[in-house]
């Protein structure tokens, strides 16, 4: 049998205690996720992230992302520089696979996300 998932108002969902960020270039910048959902082979989760004011490097050169801003905005560049993005609530964000950049959060942000792991 195939479970249906649903999920309720995600812009107040409790998301547990915030921890540093680890790849932050901000001294005291931190975030807090909550895995929804994954797929039985782990190759996709769903869930919701939030993080504070702040800039950080991001990979994805193993999975590609779909972000949907609930709240927050940022400013999101590939390493190569040329195609920054200012992002806010109702944007959608992708993060082809190989991207590699930074994000620059400048007023806490959260987002659900959708992450697709090469198998």
């Not at 998301?15 to 790849?23: C, D, E, I, Q, V």
């Not at 270039?25 to 039985?40: H, P, R």
């Amino acid at each position: 049998m195939i479970d249906l998932k649903s999920f309720g108002d995600l812009s107040e969902l409790d998301l547990g205690g915030f921890a540093p960020k680890p790849t932050s270039f901000t001294d005291g910048q931190v975030e807090a996720a909550k895995e929804l959902w994954a797929s039985t082979d782990g190759l996709i989760r769903i869930g919701v992230w939030e993080c504070t004011p702040g800039r950080f490097s991001a990979d994805r050169t193993k999975s590609s992302e779909i972000c949907h801003v609930l709240r927050g905005s940022a400013t999101v560049e590939g390493k190569q520089g040329g195609d920054a993005r200012r992002i806010g609530p109702g944007d959608l964000l992708v993060l082809p696979l190989g991207w590699e950049g930074e994000w620059t959060i400048h007023e806490q942000l959260r987002k659900t996300y959708v992450i697709a792991r090469q198998g």
